[in-house]
T-cell receptor
C-alpha cells in the first residue's frame, strides 16, 4: 500500500545552517505531496505542496521538489532560524481521488541560537 | 473566525466516562476527518465524513463514534474512555480546487484519560 518514510529525528542545527529533511514515498500513479509543520502546542499547518513530477513547492524559505524517479520529496531550507523549530510531516494523497492522506511519522527540528 | 475550531482544547477524564470532542469549520468543505496523534505513530485516521450524514471508518475507529448532522460540525465521541485513548486529537477538512487539494487542521484537543 501507499506509504511515506521520513528520516528519524530529532535534527539539531545551529541558526543559519542548511536544512534537509528526507522524505520518500511509495504510491501508485502520481500522488500529490505535502509538507506540514507543527509548532509546539499547535495543529498542523500546510507548509508547501506539489501535485506533479518536477514541481517545486516553496514557502517561507522552504523548498521541496517532487522527484518521481527517486520517489522523493525532500524538504530544504538554506538558512534556518530558531523560529523554525517544530515537527515536520511529509504526506501524500493518492491520485485515485480518495480522501486518504498518508502521513510520515514526523521529524522534529531544533534550531539553536 | 474563519477556519477550523476544536473544543475543548484540553480535557482530563476518567476511564469509562463518555467524552465528546467538538469540531467546527467555516468553509463548508464536504470532507472532514478525525485523526489521533501519538508518539511513534504520526497521525492515524479515526473516522472521516464525505458530507452531512455520510461517515465511514478510518484506520483506528474502535471505541469512537462520530456524527455529522450539519456540514460544518463533526463531533467525535469516546463512548467509554480508556487509557489507550489518551492522545492528541485533530480535526481536519479538505479543500478541493482545480489546482489540487489540501487538508486544513484544527488546533487539536489534548485528552488525558486517567
Amino acid at each position: 500500500g501507499d506509504s511515506v518514510t521520513q528520516m528519524e529525528g530529532p535534527v539539531t542545527l545551529s541558526e543559519e545552517a542548511f536544512l534537509t529533511i528526507n522524505c520518500t514515498y511509495t504510491a501508485t500513479g502520481y500522488p500529490s505531496l505535502f509538507w506540514y509543520v507543527q509548532y509546539p502546542g499547535e495543529g498542523l499547518q500546510l507548509l508547501l505542496k506539489a501535485t506533479k513530477a518536477d514541481d517545486k513547492g516553496s514557502n517561507k524559505g522552504f523548498e521541496a521538489t517532487y522527484r518521481k524517479e527517486t520517489t522523493s520529496f525532500h524538504l530544504e531550507k538554506g538558512s534556518v532560524q530558531v523560529s523554525d523549530s517544530a515537527v515536520y510531516f511529509c504526506a501524500l494523497t493518492p491520485t485515485s481521488g480518495t480522501y486518504k492522506y498518508i502521513f510520515g511519522t514526523g521529524t522534529r527540528l531544533k534550531v539553536l541560537a | 473566525d474563519a477556519g477550523i475550531t476544536q473544543s475543548p482544547r484540553y480535557k482530563i477524564t476518567e476511564t469509562g466516562r463518555q467524552v465528546t470532542l467538538m469540531c467546527h469549520q467555516t468553509w463548508s468543505h464536504s470532507y472532514m476527518f478525525w485523526y489521533r496523534q501519538d508518539l511513534g505513530h504520526g497521525l492515524r485516521l479515526i473516522y472521516y465524513s464525505a458530507a452531512a450524514d455520510i461517515t465511514d471508518k478510518g484506520e483506528v475507529p474502535d471505541g469512537y463514534v462520530v456524527s455529522r448532522s450539519k456540514t460544518e460540525n463533526f463531533p467525535l465521541t469516546l463512548e467509554s474512555a480508556t487509557r489507550s485513548q489518551t492522545s492528541v486529537y485533530f480535526c481536519a477538512s479538505r479543500d478541493r480546487t482545480p489546482q489540487g487539494e489540501t487538508q486544513y487542521f484544527g488546533p487539536g484537543t489534548r485528552l488525558l484519560v486517567l
